[in-house]
Structures are given as structure tokens and as C-alpha cells.
């Protein structure tokens, strides 16, 4: 947005340039220069007026000023040739506004009209007059450039500009929420769209694949694959994204496949076993059918991102708030009962004020431990499994209990969000395990084959207890499974402790004679 500064240099170019035309209009006693004159001047004027109003945006736009003034200058160059000096100002406002690519075609605008509208007026332009159209032409056009240099860094950015894009665009995506036929579900859109191309495409197995930062990671698929045919087709779906998007082809190599559907997805394949591997399968047409269903899946992807960049911001908000509030003041009061315990009135207070102070001791522990698991999350680079392990590790070293974890995991990754979500119900589960169920050791399992998962928190603690009023983690992890489509199961172990389980299925239905799968829509 131009400063008030730059708004002043056109306001003092306008002003000049009107006495400059003004002084021999008077001297020469033109009267028809006189009205031009008023008629640039309440030009001029008005756009200086609107400019203090800029947020109304009622100033006239650069191309139509220079309209005007060559309409201006048209009309009156026979009687006035000296009007033609204001042909050098409109460029200059449309590089203050708007940049030199605006004042080019200012420039172009401004002398189209004047010679145009002069031939269809006065029939005919004297050389003396075009040479005047030329030289203010070109000495407006260079004094902009000129200008172009200072304007560009005097117009300092706008550090609100960004917040108001992102508030308009929010404003879009909650009223266009509403009117999303399929929901922004991923793995319902996913599902959706394998079941279009089995319709179309003889197979035996789909997976559709979506980036995870320098991998690939399944969003859906019809069957489940063992471990050679799952590393095939993902290899074929990295030919394709290694390809550029819009200008790349479908790979069809022996009984595998892998084709482009949009930007962020890829769909791969297998042949039905004996199946004439000679023939070519319609994959490119079969991409051209997907388009609006890749239309609904990008958008859902894109939406995934965004929440789970404004998730990690609140919660890493919350860890502040709590590490700069809560945890300081409850630590300020531990101060305050030492002093008191230094100085006992007698023996009872002396026990109670230990006891005071040592529960004031953990509950500042807990806090530290909220802090810790509000700002733990998973990074490109480190999978569900290694995040576990370093939650267990520090609740270990700050617990005193033994927690075991085991992995069982294969390189591919699940999507961001899924892999959020379930990191956070077992960091629940086994904050609950060492919060209140008394355990002596905890043991985890985490098995990620994705697109599926399953993670197992197991203590030998004191079992499901009746849910006190102000305990809300069953709940949220109940919450948190059902926005993945995942099944939380919590039960009772037949000898003693808990056993907190949360899988992830990829539903699946039969496969068909003719080698091609139905997939059932997640919902």
C-alpha cells in the first residue's frame, strides 16, 4: 500500500504541472485553455480528495485518469498546446500505485486517447502536435521510471496484509463448508475414488498414494498387499511422482501400474494374475474420469494441512500459556510454604506444611509433563514409532516406571494426520497409565503396515476404575479414534492392569470374478 509520503509527490507533480500550464494559458489570455485547465485541475483534485480516503477505494484507477486527461488534452491542444504538459502526470500516479508494468499502459492509454480522439475531433494531428504528444509522452513515461526506484522503497509492506487474506479466506472456507457434498474426509474421498477406478480398470489391487514429504503415503487401498507387492507399488508411484505434474504419463511395467490423478495423489496397481500384459489399460482416461473426484481429495488434503498446522500452533500457545502461568505461579506458592516450614508453630503444622509442599511439588511435575506433551509432535523426519519411544522414555525417567516399547514398523508413513492423532492416544494412554493406575511397568506396542496401524498400551496397574467427574482422557481419545475411522477398545486384563488398544483398518470388500474390488466408502 503507498505511504502518505508517495500520495504527497504526486499531489506536488500535480501541482506544478498545473502552474506550469496555467502560467502561459494566462499569459496568452486563452480561454478555451482556461477550461481545459479547470477540467484537469478538477481532475486532479478530486483524486487528491479520495486519496485520504483510500480505504473507501473511490480515487480513480491509473488507466482511467489517463483516459481522462487525454480526452482532456485531445479537446484542447489546437487552441492550448500547452495543456499537452499534463500527459506527463498520470504515469507517475500509476508507478506510485500500482507499479511500472500499470504505468506502461498508463502511458499507452493515455496517448491512444489523445490521438484518437484528435482525428476524430479535429480530423487531423500538425507535426508540431505530435511531436508535442511524443515528447510529454516519453518525458512522463521517464520521469516515472525514475521515480519507479524511490516509490518501490518507500512503499513499505503491509504486516497486517497476511492476516487479512487468511481472514478472508477463512471466512470462504466456513461458508463453503456447508455445501461440500462429500465432506473434506480423506479417506472417504480416497475410497471413492479406488472404487471408480475399479469400475474401470481390471485389477487385483489399488492403493492410492499421497506425498509425505520426500515419501509416499497410503491413503487408501482394496486389498491387503503382501510385503513384495506393496514395495512395487509404491516404487511405480514414485516413477510417477518423479515425473512433473501436468506433463508426466502413466508407468505400466510387467502386471503393475501407477498414474497421476492430481497434483498430491497417485494412484497404483496390480493387473488380475494372468491377466495379457501386452495390452495397454486406459489409465490416461481413466485419469481424465477422476478429475472431479481429485478435485474433492486435494481439497481434503489440503484441508488436513491446515489443521494440523493450526492444531500445532494451539497447542504450542497452551504449552506457553502454562509454562509461563500456571506452572510459575504454582511454583511461586512452593516458595512461599517453604518459608513458612522453616518457621513451624509446632510439629502439626510443620507435618502439614510438608505435606502441603510436597503436593505442590507434583502437581508442578505434572505441569511440566502437560508442557512436555503439548509441544512433543512428529516431525517429517521421525516416525510414529520413534515419537512413542521418546514419550515413554522421558515419562519413565520422570515416573521411576519401567515402560517397554516395542516396534514393528515398515518405511512407509501414514498421512500427517492420522499419525497425529493416533501419536496422541497412546501419549494419553500412557500418561494414564502412570497418573493412576499404580502400575510397576507399562508396556507398548506400536505396529504401523500403513495404511494400517495398531497400538497397544498394556500396565498391570489397578484396571479400569469408575471415571472421576473432572476426567475427560477416555473421552478424547474416543474422539480422537473416531475422527481417523480407527476403533479404540479399553479392557480389563484377566490377571491385573489395563489394556488400552487403538486400531486402524483399511475396510475392504471382495474381490470380484472378473479380478476388480468394490471399495467400501469410509464414512
Known amino acids: 500500500m503507498p505511504s502518505s509520503q508517495t500520495y504527497a509527490v504526486v499531489g506536488a507533480a ?60 485531445a479537446l484542447s491542444m489546437t487552441k492550448a498546446p500547452v495543456i499537452l504538459a499534463a500527459l506527463v502526470v498520470p504515469p507517475l500516479y500509476a508507478t506510485a500505485v500500482a507499479g511500472v508494468r500499470t504505468m506502461v499502459r498508463t502511458v499507452m492509454v493515455e496517448t491512444i486517447a489523445v490521438v ?107 486389498v491387503e498387499l503382501d510385503a513384495a507387492e506393496a514395495v512395487a507399488t509404491e516404487t511405480l508411484a514414485g516413477d510417477v511422482r518423479l515425473q512433473e505434474p501436468g506433463q508426466g504419463h502413466p508407468v505400466e511395467i510387467g502386471e503393475g501400474f501407477a498414474f497421476r490423478v492430481s497434483d498430491q495423489a497417485i494412484v497404483a496397481g496390480l493387473r488380475p494374475a494372468g491377466s495379457d500384459t501386452g495390452r495397454p489399460l486406459p489409465l490416461a482416461a481413466m485419469a481424465r474420469d477422476l478429475a472431479d473426484t481429485a478435485v474433492k481429495l486435494d481439497a481434503a488434503l489440503l484441508f488436513a494441512q491446515f489443521r494440523d498446522a493450526a492444531t500445532a500452533d494451539e497447542r504450542n500457545r497452551l504449552a506457553r500459556e502454562m509454562h509461563d502461568g500456571v506452572a510459575q505461579d504454582i511454583a511461586s506458592l512452593g516458595y512461599i510454604i517453604d518459608a513458612l516450614a522453616a518457621r513451624p508453630a509446632d510439629e502439626q503444622q510443620a507435618r502439614a506444611l510438608a505435606m502441603l509442599r510436597e ?36 515419562l519413565s525417567e520422570s515416573s521411576g516406571i519401567p515402560i517397554r516399547v516395542r516396534l514393528d514398523e515398515q518405511p512407509t508413513r501414514l498421512r500427517p494426520e492420522v499419525e497425529a492423532e493416533l501419536f496422541r492416544i497412546a501419549q494419553e494412554a500412557m500418561n494414564n497409565a502412570v497418573k493412576h493406575a499404580r502400575a510397576r511397568s507399562i508396556d507398548v506396542r506400536c505396529q504401523v503396515y500403513a495404511p494400517e496401524a495398531i497400538i497397544t498400551v498394556t500396565d498391570d496397574g489397578v484396571g479400569l476404575q469408575s471415571a472421576r467427574s473432572d476426567s475427560h482422557g477416555l473421552k478424547i481419545m474416543r474422539e480422537r479414534a473416531r475422527l481417523i475411522g480407527a476403533e479404540l477398545v479399553v479392557r480389563d486384563n484377566a490377571s491385573r492392569g489395563l489394556t488400552v488398544s487403538v486400531a486402524l483398518k483399511t475396510p475392504r470388500s471382495p474381490i470380484v470374478a472378473d479380478g476388480s474390488s468394490n471399495l467400501t466408502e469410509q464414512r
Open 359 to 394: 503436593r505442590v511439588s507434583k502437581v508442578v511435575a505434572e505441569v511440566r509433563q502437560s508442557v512436555m506433551n503439548l509441544r512433543t509432535s512428529i516431525g517429517e523426519n521421525e516416525s510414529l514409532g520413534a515419537a512413542i519411544s521418546n514419550v515413554a522414555r522421558h
Open 14 to 73: 500535480r501541482l506544478f504541472a498545473l502552474l506550469a500550464i496555467g502560467g502561459p494559458i494566462a499569459w496568452l489570455h486563452q480561454e478555451e485553455g482556461l477550461l481545459a485547465l479547470a477540467a484537469v485541475c478538477a481532475v486532479w483534485v478530486y483524486q487528491a480528495v479520495t486519496a485520504t480516503r483510500r480505504e473507501l477505494e473511490l480515487s480513480l484507477s491509473p488507466l482511467t485518469e489517463a483516459a481522462a486527461i487525454g480526452v482532456i488534452c
Open 116 to 222: 484518437a480522439l484528435a482525428l476524430m475531433w479535429w480530423e487531423t494531428i500538425e507535426t508540431e502536435q505530435a511531436i508535442a504528444i511524443f515528447t510529454w509522452a516519453m518525458a512522463g513515461l521517464g520521469l516515472s521510471l525514475i521515480a519507479a526506484v524511490t516509490f518501490s522503497s518507500d512503499r513499505a509492506p503491509d504486516p497486517l496484509a497476511p492476516y487479512r487474506d487468511a481472514q478472508e479466506h477463512l471466512k470462504q472456507l466456513i461458508e463453503l463448508a456447508g455445501s461440500l457434498s462429500s465432506g473434506l474426509d480423506v479417506g472417504a474421498l480416497g475410497g471413492e475414488m479406488l472404487s471408480q477406478v475399479s469400475d474401470g480398470i481390471p485389477n487385483r489391487a489399488l492403493v492410492l498414494y499421497v506425498p509425505r514429504g520426500d515419501a509416499l503415503a497410503p491413503v487408501a487401498s482394496t
